[in-house]
């Protein structure tokens, strides 16, 4: 089993649409969570950290089950700009490297 | 604030030659990590370097692959000699202090690789 999982996509969505992707780990002792969001060819940019009460960033909501071990990022009314690979990232607890799932493709189109 | 940067942004070489990437990290952070990025994947530590340190290479082929990082900033990684499985992306990210769950890494544009 990966340590973090993504379903790969891609999700192609209309413009508009809400869309969520689901990512679980292994690491039943990690503690922070991470959303990264990955444009074509460019470096991975912090999206979001995701804490244990679930937070909201404007359009965008992480949640977190530790019970499940899973992590949720929902996208709101999505527009064209969010079209971008999006990486699950879990910090490992031992010795604080970052662990990341493949990434999940999403497609906005108009 | 100047950000993490790389270069060269591109490189195309053939199979069995060398190759090397250069990393400036964000001023002050004493922890730089060197990733590879194959598509499709994620990101794979290759090294980890605290000041002028190493941390972790445990998944840096050290038969081909090498890094140094000897002043503490900024940083270079060799391959030499390439394989064609070597293509991918090189990310070079930087963080302040590399310990603790707020500690922030930044990534630079990366190098894109190719071996032919």
């Known amino acids: 089993r990966k340590e973090v999982e993504q379903d790969p996509g891609p999700f192609n969505v209309p413009e508009g649409a809400t869309v969520a992707f689901n990512c679980t780990y292994s690491?039943?002792?990690?503690?922070?969570f991470f959303w990264y969001r990955q444009d074509c060819r460019k470096e991975p940019k912090l999206l979001m950290s995701v804490y244990s009460s679930g937070n909201e960033d404007g359009r965008f909501t992480a949640q977190l089950n530790r019970a499940s071990q899973y992590i949720s990022l929902l996208i709101r009314d999505s527009k064209l700009s969010d079209s971008a690979t999006y990486l699950c990232v879990v910090k490992a607890p031992s010795n604080y490297q970052l662990i990341w799932g493949a990434g999940t493709k999403l497609i906005i189109k108009p | 604030e100047a950000g993490v940067a790389q270069s060269p942004r591109y490189k195309i070489i053939e199979k069995r030659q060398s190759v090397a990437f250069w990393c400036n990290p964000i001023?002050?952070?004493?922890?730089l990590y060197w990733y590879q990025q194959i598509l499709g994947q994620g990101p794979k530590l290759l090294i980890q370097f605290q000041n002028n340190g190493v941390v972790d290479d445990s998944q840096l082929p050290k038969d081909r692959f090498s890094a140094e990082r000897l002043k503490g900033v900024d940083s270079t990684l060799k391959i030499q000699p390439a394989k064609l499985e070597d293509s991918a992306v090189y990310l070079c990210?930087?963080?302040?202090?590399?310990?603790?769950?707020?500690?922030?890494?930044?990534f630079g544009p990366g190098t894109r690789l190719t071996v032919l």
């Open positions: 001023s002050g952070h004493a922890t």
């Open positions: 990210a930087s963080s302040a202090t590399g310990t603790g769950a707020r500690d922030t890494q930044y």
């Open positions: 690491n039943s002792a990690s503690q922070s």
